[in-house]
T-cell receptor, first 107, second 113 residues
């Protein structure tokens, strides 16, 4: 069965304290892995798409990487405005989301 | 560029009733998909439409149905509402079904009582 598991479920960091979020997946034929950011009461905001192992993408303080079994979202020197839920999704013949990681950055 | 708009923002329905949720795609986007997001969970894929035809469906019963119109706006219809249907319903659009840089709307919060 296709699955997406994100860890940790929740993470509290001090401002400036770098860390990584994990997304492990099991799909029969990966056709893309996606990272989204979701603020409370809003729809997910697209961050990155990764298609093949070894691929990396960056945007401001965020960097996403992909291996054959997992993806990491690295957050460097986070700020309070980076607080949100980060969602990972994979596509084979449909799109499967993980439950997300709730990130809270303390000032 | 107007983004994806959904209506209504909030809705309360009684068990057994029927509901229609609406979505206006971002300009130039011909693909729309719908998701159900329960509290504390990730979005679950309901179905997708490309140029007015359904081209993908998740594990949802037939009482969940949809339409896409020639202007690429879309509707999600749910019949015989159940308490477990209470959730945030999200619509997302994309320039093509092969391009997964989806733009999401802010959702419709449905409460079934």
């Amino acid at each position: 069965e296709d699955q997406v598991t994100q860890s940790p479920e929740a993470l509290r960091l001090q401002e400036g304290e770098s860390s990584s979020l994990n997304c492990s997946y099991t799909v029969s034929g990966l056709r893309g892995l996606f990272w989204y950011r979701q603020d409370p009461g809003k729809g997910p905001e697209f961050l990155f798409t990764l298609y093949s192992a070894g691929e990396e993408k960056e945007k401001e303080r965020l960097k996403a990487t992909l291996t054959k079994k997992e993806s990491f979202l690295h957050i460097t020197a986070p700020k309070p405005e980076d607080s949100a839920t980060y969602l990972c999704a994979v596509r084979d013949d449909k799109i499967i989301f993980g439950k997300g990681t709730r990130l809270h950055i303390l000032p | 560029e107007t983004g994806v708009t959904q209506s209504p923002t909030h809705l309360i329905k009684t068990r057994g009733q029927q509901v229609t949720l609406r979505c206006s795609s971002q300009s130039g986007h011909n693909t729309v998909s719908w998701y159900q997001q329960a509290l504390g969970q990730g979005p679950q894929f309901i179905f997708q439409y490309y140029r007015e035809e359904e081209n993908g469906r998740g594990n949802f019963p037939p009482r969940f149905s949809g339409l896409q119109f020639p202007n690429y706006s879309s509707e999600l219809n749910v019949n015989a509402l159940e308490l477990d249907d209470s959730a945030l319903y999200l619509c997302a659009s994309s320039p093509s079904f092969q391009d997964y840089g989806y733009t999401f709307g802010s959702g419709t919060r449905l409460t079934v009582v």
